[in-house]
DNA sequence: TCACTACCTGT
DNA sequence: CAGGTAGTG
């Protein structure tokens, strides 16, 4: 039986990639909701299954350390249920690389670590999206925003995961109505029941997220419901089914060459996914920067800290919209990376982050700040508001 | 376009 | 009510 690697025991034998904390906060990217599928695992130690892969990361000041799995398979206890296995034979064809990897390990070998390979420092690249320089925009956020620069000084290094369309889209028809740590025990469910089984690491089992194929079939809802997905679980299965049948394999990668709005639009056309979730998988998988998911948090960052009025009570799509056009303008086009660090610090389990900072003082002086800032735009909208008061009443 | 409601489940 | 969506009037 293998175990999570552990940095202080066995450093050698993890490999590394330049990092500064700044660039990259493992703790508020991968625990802020963005992605459900990584642990903390040990103290600082991070391990969660991307790009068919089970990784455990930890970070230095300005290292980031990395682990690598090899796929260790126990084929006697692992319950496959038959149709699975028909679906996978089904999709031999088209499988990718790394499953043609999963076969060979299957045939018995159980080291460790895998491989060094080359390609897993481009797949953290790609994952971390490491190129975009986060400290740039920043600095380049705090001088548009106050209150952005004030929250960003304590919640350094939140960064966008480019993850897998499939995954991103549903995990988060999962999420409506939800909150993070069902959406976490759900998706697990979801990857037990349906994903591939990649390795066992103290007991814990690592399954891949499900493909595609293997949500289509009519018998999922029934399983998900079981598994206590509510009502969620026909869309799951609706929207795969939709997917397969009616576009081309590779229709929702290729929604990341089509412009923002059309790819949002085409997404929005799957049971289950409204708005919101449609702005999740354009922000987090097909590279839309510029996309931003207004949930409640967001909705209450407006009017909180930016005394945002319009529509202050009603969540209609118009609003909905007007909120992100706000955001965008404010922030400009990577706005949905500025407001993932203002999401983050708006969670209740990051809040004692906060605690030692602040002087209350600057924190009224900045909303008087803001308020004057955002009073013309604000004025406009509370007319609005008005005129809709009188009305009903 | 807007307002209202049902939908699953857990706290 | 919770990090929504879809159906109805």
Not at 104 to 113: K, N, S, Y
Not at 236 to 263: E, G, N, R, T
Request: charged letters at 30%; hydrophobic letters at 35%; glycine letters at 6%.
């Amino acid at each position: 039986m293998s175990q999570h690697a552990l940095f202080s025991e066995s450093c050698k034998a993890w490999r590394s990639l330049p990092c500064q904390q700044s660039e990259l906060r493992l703790d508020l990217t991968l625990g802020c909701g963005q992605t459900f599928r990584w642990r903390e695992t040990a103290d600082g130690h991070w391990t969660g299954v991307m790009r068919g892969k089970v990784w455990t990361l930890t970070q230095t000041e300005d290292t980031l350390w990395y682990y690598v799995y090899s796929h260790q398979i126990n084929p006697e206890t692992e319950n496959k249920q038959k149709w699975k296995e028909e679906e996978e034979e089904q999709l031999l064809g088209k499988m990718s690389k790394r499953k043609t990897d999963m076969k060979q390990e299957e045939a018995g070998l159980c080291t460790v670590m895998s491989e060094p390979d080359n390609k897993d420092e481009e797949l953290l690249m790609d994952y971390f999206q490491l190129g975009v320089k986060l400290g740039d925009l920043y600095r380049h956020w705090s001088t548009l925003d106050p209150h952005f620069k004030h929250t960003a000084s304590i919640f350094t290094g939140v960064r966008l995961l480019h993850q897998d369309p499939v995954e991103c889209l549903f995990s988060f028809i999962c999420s409506s109505n939800n909150h993070i740590s069902r959406i976490q025990g759900m998706v697990d469910r979801l990857c037990q029941t349906l994903g591939t089984l990649l390795c066992k690491l103290d007991d814990v089992a690592y399954h891949d997220f499900p493909h595609l194929q293997a949500l289509t079939d009519p018998s999922v809802e029934m399983n998900l419901r079981d598994l206590g997905f509510g009502y969620r679980a026909r869309f799951l299965q609706q929207s795969a089914q939709v997917i397969v049948s009616s576009h081309d394999p590779d229709w929702l990668q290729s929604l990341c060459s089509i412009p923002y709005l059309q790819a949002r639009d085409a997404l929005r056309a799957l049971p289950g996914v409204g708005l919101k979730v449609a702005d999740c998988v354009c922000l987090m998988s097909l590279n839309k920067f510029e996309a931003l998911p207004v949930d409640t948090h967001v909705w209450q960052i407006a009017k909180r800290d930016y005394n945002y009025a319009a529509g202050s009570n009603q969540k209609t799509d118009r609003v909905y919209k007007e909120i992100g056009d706000f955001f965008r303008k404010l922030w400009g086009p990577y706005a949905g990376w500025a407001q993932s660090v203002l999401f983050c610090a708006d969670l209740k389990r990051f809040q004692k982050l906060k605690e030692e900072i602040p002087a209350l003082k600057d924190k009224t002086e900045l909303k008087k700040k803001m308020k004057e800032r955002t009073h013309d735009r604000c004025d406009e909208k509370q007319k609005r508001k008005k005129g809709k008061k009188q009305k009903r009443s």
